[in-house]
């Protein structure tokens, strides 16, 4: 069943590709949790409980952990991000405002301007050293029915 | 913006299952959408705005008696140098809140074209370069442009405890002591009206800058009540997500074909987006600079004035808590794709305001959809657009026949409602 499901799915999303010149690419990474580009941490990007609304202002969680899953305290980051498909940037210049407890951060600032493809990059300078991250968020309107 | 968006993080899928069943559950629709279109198309309709956003940085924009006095100063020629020069010259309520003319013309011609009064309370941004962070804030920078209403902060401030002395305190209570003024004085103009304000008490000075702060309250009170109504596509969006067959006849066959283009082929919607048609943000799109030896520079200029300016929400007139700022307090300062980017103007009402872009480039919307179709090379910084042949990984050429901008011309009249004013 979930093969199947998985089948219909990639059907549908290559229908949606020659329709629409917004569409989302194939084969996007879509994980919030991953390791940095250099593999020296484990990063967790989690979204807000409730999904916010386009161009609402809105709070994510980090969550920094070295490569064998310990948490990362007194890590610093940069944020950046933009649409590829549009060569823009972020509306805002989101940032992490505090370690919430041990190697749990807040992200604050994030807001989408519109749907689609959104990539969010963090800089990490941390005891482990420094390295990056990028996350993809697919952001789409609320269904109509 | 009540509606929630959808996120799909765990799979791309989230929105592409039953990509064509969103008609399934009524009578045949005249025009077919797939699911995800009639999801864009629901998030167009004007109702999904919902109740104009609380403004945090003004306590008194809800309050009949700032509105009231605000009509009567957005009226008012004597606000202005010469005294022929109010906010209603160049935005009238008769027609669009603008002007019709490619610059605004005060005292002197203005720079840019002038943007609309209505959708002022959900933007987070005012002016085309996003330089104001608030309509009341906005409201002050005109009554001291030179080529505006060319006067002086304290001129007016001494104007109103004049003549509209019992209005002011009824909306903000007692005016603050001023003591003798000069007859004008402002940090912003001539160096005789700077050398004059910088001799001033500080104290007269913040005094002077509450009574103006409150001026430009007054204003945005009464703007506040200005706002777009619904237009044809409005109902055509609700008749398609309630499945309302008669209610598509709304738009015509070839109204529909320019929605479809504006969805797709035309990607306007990825700007235009949202119940009021713009995402609020700044895009450089190459329009053409009227002096090329000199373009403006845009939103990148914008961004530094905002930062300076003692009226923006973390100023000492605002009335919001610093919290309560969050468009400045994570301004995005860094981004080199804000040269020569300018705001997304809303497309309501747009057939009935010509002529169009941040200096009124373009006389006639077939001439702004030719120029999406040919995305020049921008005169400064870079266009967002991909640019036809260009060869991009990720972004795809506006593509657009003769017909398509025909289609998409015939649609945009269908964003034409009423104005929704007071009485």
Known sequence: MLKRMTISVALATAALMTAGCMATPKNLDLSLAKKSASGVYYVELLPPVQAPAINQMHSWTVKLATADGAPVQGAKFLVDGGMPQHGHGLPTQPRVTREREAGTYTLDGMKFSMTGWWEMKLSIDGPQGADKVTFNAVVNNPSAR | ?423
């Open chain 2, 1 to 423: 913006m009540k509606t929630r968006v959808i996120w799909a993080f765990a799979a791309v899928a989230a929105f592409t299952a039953s990509v064509f069943a969103a008609q399934e559950l009524s009578a045949p629709l005249r025009d077919k959408w797939t699911a995800e279109e009639v999801a864009t198309i629901a998030s167009m309709r004007l109702k999904v705005a919902g109740e104009r956003p609380a403004d945090f940085s003004n306590a008194y924009e809800q309050k009949a008696e700032a509105a009231a006095l605000g009509r009567a100063l957005f009226n008012d020629t004597r606000l202005s140098k010469n005294g022929q020069v109010s906010c209603a010259s160049c935005h009238s309520a008769a027609g669009q809140f603008e002007d019709g003319r490619q610059f605004g013309q005060g005292v002197g011609t203005g720079k840019r074209r002038t943007m609309p009064v209505m959708g002022a309370a959900h933007a987070p941004f005012l002016f085309w370069d996003g330089r104001k962070d608030s309509a009341w804030s906005q409201a002050l920078g005109p009554l001291e442009d030179p080529a505006e209403h060319g006067g002086n902060r304290v001129a007016f401030v001494q104007l109103v405890l004049s003549h509209y002395k019992a209005q002011y305190q009824a909306a903000f209570g007692p005016a603050p002591a001023l003591g003798q003024l000069p007859e004008n004085a402002t940090p912003n103009g001539s160096d005789a009206e700077r050398a004059a304000w910088a001799a001033l008490p500080a104290k007269t000075r913040d005094g002077v800058n509450r009574v103006f702060a409150n001026m430009g309250k007054a204003i945005a009170a009464y703007e506040r009540n200005i706002a777009y109504g619904a237009s044809r596509f409005d109902q055509y969006a609700e008749a398609t997500v309630r499945g309302d067959a008669r209610g598509q006849e709304s738009l015509t066959h070839q109204e529909v074909r320019g929605l479809r283009a504006f969805l797709n082929k035309g990607q306007c919607v990825t700007c235009h987006n949202g119940p009021l048609l713009t995402d609020h943000a700044f895009h450089n799109t190459g329009v053409p600079p009227v002096d090329p030896k000199n373009p403006d520079r845009g939103r990148i200029d914008g961004l530094k004035q905002l930062l300076k300016d003692e009226f923006n929400c973390l100023g000492p007139y605002s009335d919001a808590k610093p919290e309560q700022c969050g468009e400045l307090q994570f301004l995005n300062t860094n981004d080199a794709g804000q040269l020569g980017a300018f705001r997304t103007p809303s497309l309501r009402n747009v057939a009935a305001r010509a002529p169009y872009m941040h200096a009124g480039q373009f006389a006639s919307l077939d001439q702004v959809l030719q120029h999406y179709a040919t995305s020049p090379k921008a005169a400064i910084g870079h266009s967002e657009l991909a640019r036809p042949g260009e060869k991009h990984a990720e972004r795809q050429t506006i593509r657009l026949s003769a017909t398509d901008i025909q289609d998409l011309a015939a649609f945009l009249h269908a964003f034409t409602g009423p104005v929704v004013q007071p009485k």
